[in-house]
């Protein structure tokens, strides 16, 4: 199918930090967009519960200095609860964007204010009333299908199915004499590709459209083109990208919930090794989704000897281009195009593509001036089956959570599961960094724990203090005495406490919408725990059921099992490396000591195939045309 009606998964960078306490969702959400010359209708945003009053300080204290702390927590809870309330605002008005904003600084003005929370009770409640708050606001808004997501706006491509095109000999005989370039696709200039190259060259908004996905791809260029070779695909197959998603790894198709680049169905997507649930989803790997396309891209060229009607099967589905065939007795895309047994989209998908591959070999020519390709995107690959926080990973890596959440589209989580394998892709050249310094942190802590490098001036004290941790812990998890001085350039772990429950109940009963994975991200557990005490067999959880929800380990304090973690890699007076100076990331982001893990989850909208012989996605229904099943 075009790029009609596709939506952008919500994308994290380095001003969403703060997600990190949120608790998970049980959907991706996908908003939409008007077309151009259509008016954007607005967000729906669900019945509102009543903020908590704001909080009234204690009296003041007899001393100047808790006066003046209590001063700045008053203060600090009244920017914070503006900052709520003008999230709200956004929130009502269907600015979701913007509410995701607001709600973010509110929550992250408290955790990074330098006041230690845990001695102040006030702050505490604060924070716990703030995340109550808008988690309450994400679950009802994804209960209504929107959630905190940005918009993809519509693509041009959405109309282009319905353009028609008189014959026009001239303009077909300068494009053919012009045509000067190479390709291993049999190129054909028709009066239909004529006349899309014609629109996407004269059109402003299809010229745009052209021009954002000729840039996009200069950043998946190589990766790509690597896979389609490895398989034996066609180099210029590349460019059916522009017709499904114009090279964004996340957008997906609202109607059918086809995702990723080349736009699998949840359900077929398996088929193909793109693993989804409800930390990742493969479809939004480039890497992995352009090897499945590839492969089915030529599994249909097996099936029917030709590119063109390959494509079209990619767009309408095998079992229909086969019906097709054998209704007309001809396997050949142009003559089923000039019998009109395909639908509008199929007949004007094939032609655009062909139209994409022509004038990205020569973008100057058609009016796509100073096209600057985006970088190309290079990273390690680390297979991790274990629960690590991205905020580590950033840590151990030189890099930042923005970084990280640009070269792993697929991850749903601001970290990965504990019981569920996923490949990480990490900065290049970082991966020996990453698995040196790894060593020291016990795996089962990478969910909370951090990796520090030492600043000139910082001490243990100063640093249990900026990253909410205790002196005794971090001393002891690198092997020091409270006494040990620090240097500059000191590699340490900082033990930080997992989040704290809300709640002391031992069972829950499920609700409607709930997940294993939702039900565990709330009571900070694991999957694989919550279906061992409740012996699960599947994911499905019917709503009713009471479920054992047991207080997980990694709650109890760290301080209470020492001994075990001295026996990970860390036995006392082993103190980490000094002599590596590398200027690494030093953070003095708050532990998420608050709430739970956020993440944005994949939205699990699939619907079924209108041919049962269809490998792949199902399209969009549409009023305008009968849409069929692909992918």
Same mark, same amino acid.
């Given at each position: 199918?075009?790029?009609?009606?596709?939506?952008?998964?919500?994308?994290?960078?380095?001003?969403?930090?703060?997600?990190?306490?949120?608790?998970?969702?049980?959907?991706?959400?996908?908003?939409?967009?008007?077309?151009?010359?259509?008016?954007?209708?607005?967000?729906?945003?669900?019945?509102?519960?009543?903020?908590?009053?704001?909080?009234?300080?204690?009296?003041?204290?007899?001393?100047?200095?808790?006066?003046?702390?209590?001063?700045?927590?008053?203060?600090?809870?009244?920017?914070?609860?503006?900052?709520? @309330?003008?999230?709200?605002?956004?929130?009502?008005?269907?600015?979701?964007?913007?509410?995701?904003?607001?709600?973010?600084?509110?929550?992250?003005?408290?955790?990074?204010?330098?006041?230690?929370?845990?001695?102040?009770?006030?702050?505490?409640?604060?924070?716990?009333?703030?995340?109550?708050?808008?988690?309450?606001?994400?679950?009802?808004?994804?209960?209504?299908?929107?959630?905190?997501?940005?918009?993809?706006?519509?693509?041009?491509?959405?109309?282009?199915?319905?353009?028609?095109?008189?014959?026009?000999?001239?303009?077909?005989?300068?494009?053919?004499?012009?045509?000067?370039?190479?390709?291993?696709?049999?190129?054909?200039?028709?009066?239909?590709?004529?006349?899309?190259?014609?629109?996407?060259?004269?059109?402003?908004?299809?010229?745009?459209?052209?021009?954002?996905?000729?840039?996009?791809?200069?950043?998946?260029?190589?990766?790509?083109?690597?896979?389609?070779?490895?398989?034996?695909?066609?180099?210029?197959?590349?460019?059916?990208?522009?017709?499904?998603?114009?090279?964004?790894?996340?957008?997906?198709?609202?109607?059918?919930?086809?995702?990723?680049?080349?736009?699998?169905?949840?359900?077929?997507?398996?088929?193909?090794?793109?693993?989804?649930?409800?930390?990742?989803?493969?479809?939004?790997?480039?890497?992995?989704?352009?090897?499945?396309?590839?492969?089915?891209?030529?599994?249909?060229?097996?099936?029917?000897?030709?590119?063109?009607?390959?494509?079209?099967?990619?767009?309408?589905?095998?079992?229909?281009?086969?019906?097709?065939?054998?209704?007309?007795?001809?396997?050949?895309?142009?003559?089923?195009?000039?019998?009109?047994?395909?639908?509008?989209?199929?007949?004007?998908?094939?032609?655009?593509?062909?139209?994409?591959?022509?004038?990205?070999?020569?973008?100057?020519?058609?009016?796509?001036?100073?096209?600057?390709?985006?970088?190309?995107?290079?990273?390690?690959?680390?297979?991790?089956?274990?629960?690590?926080?991205?905020?580590?990973?950033?840590?151990?890596?030189?890099?930042?959570?923005?970084?990280?959440?640009?070269?792993?589209?697929?991850?749903?989580?601001?970290?990965?599961?504990?019981?569920?394998?996923?490949?990480?892709?990490?900065?290049?050249?970082?991966?020996?960094?990453?698995?040196?310094?790894? @060593?020291?942190?016990?795996?089962?802590?990478?969910?909370?724990?951090?990796?520090?490098?030492?600043?000139?001036?910082?001490?243990?004290?100063?640093?249990?203090?900026?990253?909410?941790?205790?002196?005794?812990?971090?001393?002891?998890?690198?092997?020091?005495?409270?006494?040990?001085?620090?240097?500059?350039?000191?590699?340490?772990?900082?033990?930080?406490?997992?989040?704290?429950?809300?709640?002391?109940?031992?069972?829950?009963?499920?609700?409607?919408?709930?997940?294993?994975?939702?039900?565990?991200?709330?009571?900070?557990?694991?999957?694989?725990?919550?279906?061992?005490?409740?012996?699960?067999?599947?994911?499905?959880?019917?709503?009713?059921?009471?479920?054992?929800?047991?207080?997980?380990?990694?709650?109890?304090?760290?301080?209470?099992?020492?001994?075990?973690?001295?026996?990970?890699?860390?036995?006392?007076?082993?103190?980490?490396?000094?002599?590596?100076?590398?200027?690494?990331?030093?953070?003095?982001?708050?532990?998420?000591?608050?709430?739970?893990?956020?993440?944005?989850?994949?939205?699990?909208?699939?619907?079924?195939?209108?041919? @049962?012989?269809?490998?792949?996605?199902?399209?969009?229904?549409?009023?305008?045309?009968?849409?069929?099943?692909?992918?």
């Amino acid at each position: 199918m075009t790029v009609s009606k596709l939506f952008l998964r919500w994308s994290l960078v380095a001003a969403c930090a703060p997600l990190l306490l949120l608790t998970g969702c049980p959907g991706d959400p996908a908003t939409t967009s008007a077309a151009p010359g259509k008016t954007a209708s607005t967000a729906t945003a669900p019945t509102l519960t009543p903020a908590k009053p704001q909080q009234q300080t204690p009296s003041t204290a007899d001393t100047a200095q808790s006066s003046n702390n209590s001063y700045k927590v008053q203060q600090l809870i009244a920017n914070a609860e503006r900052s709520y @309330k003008s999230g709200v605002t956004n929130y009502q008005n269907g600015r979701l964007e913007a509410a995701r904003t607001d709600f973010d600084f509110a929550v992250d003005m408290l955790l990074t204010s330098g006041i230690d929370v845990k001695t102040e009770p006030l702050l505490s409640d604060e924070i716990e009333h703030l995340l109550n708050a808008v988690n309450a606001l994400e679950l009802a808004a994804l209960k209504q299908g929107n959630g905190f997501s940005p918009p993809l706006e519509e693509a041009p491509l959405a109309t282009a199915e319905e353009l028609t095109f008189a014959p026009n000999p001239e303009l077909v005989a300068r494009l053919n004499s012009e045509l000067n370039i190479t390709s291993d696709l049999p190129l054909v200039i028709n009066d239909q590709v004529a006349g899309y190259i014609n629109v996407f060259s004269n059109s402003e908004s299809f010229r745009r459209h052209m021009a954002a996905s000729l840039q996009r791809v200069g950043k998946y260029r190589g990766l790509i083109q690597n896979v389609l070779k490895e398989e034996g695909v066609p180099q210029d197959l590349i460019y059916l990208a522009v017709a499904e998603s114009g090279f964004q790894p996340q957008v997906v198709n609202a109607g059918s919930g086809a995702g990723g680049m080349w736009q699998f169905m949840t359900y077929t997507a398996p088929e193909y090794g793109l693993t989804r649930n409800g930390y990742f989803d493969y479809r939004f790997d480039p890497e992995k989704s352009s090897r499945a396309y590839a492969r089915y891209i030529k599994s249909l060229y097996k099936q029917f000897g030709d590119w063109y009607l390959a494509m079209a099967a990619y767009d309408w589905g095998p079992g229909n281009i086969q019906k097709a065939v054998m209704r007309t007795g001809y396997a050949d895309y142009w003559e089923l195009y000039r019998r009109n047994v395909m639908p509008k989209e199929t007949r004007a998908y094939v032609p655009q593509i062909l139209a994409a591959v022509i004038m990205a070999k020569n973008p100057e020519r058609y009016g796509l001036n100073k096209l600057v390709p985006s970088p190309a995107i290079i990273y390690d690959t680390v297979n991790v089956s274990y629960a690590i926080d991205l905020r580590l990973v950033a840590d151990v890596t030189n890099s930042s959570v923005a970084e990280l959440v640009a070269l792993n589209p697929a991850l749903l989580r601001l970290r990965t599961a504990s019981d569920i394998s996923f490949d990480l892709h990490i900065p290049p050249g970082t991966k020996d960094l990453y698995t040196e310094r790894l @060593k020291n942190v016990p795996e089962d802590k990478r969910a909370n724990w951090r990796f520090h490098e030492v600043k000139a001036g910082e001490s243990i004290e100063s640093l249990a203090t900026d990253l909410h941790s205790h002196a005794s812990e971090i001393a002891e998890a690198n092997g020091l005495s409270l006494s040990d001085s620090l240097a500059a350039g000191d590699k340490l772990v900082i033990p930080i406490a997992g989040p704290a429950s809300s709640t002391n109940q031992q069972r829950y009963v499920a609700r409607r919408g709930d997940t294993l994975v939702t039900i565990a991200d709330r009571f900070n557990i694991s999957t694989e725990d919550l279906r061992r005490w409740n012996t699960l067999s599947s994911r499905a959880i019917k709503p009713g059921r009471t479920l054992n929800v047991a207080e997980p380990i990694r709650r109890a304090s760290y301080a209470g099992r020492r001994g075990n973690a001295r026996g990970r890699g860390n036995p006392r007076g082993s103190r980490l490396s000094r002599t590596s100076k590398s200027s690494g990331r030093s953070s003095s982001r708050a532990s998420r000591s608050a709430g739970a893990t956020s993440a944005h989850s994949s939205k699990a909208a699939s619907h079924a195939s209108s041919s @049962k012989t269809s490998h792949a996605r199902a399209s969009t229904p549409s009023a305008k045309t009968k849409r069929r099943s692909g992918r």
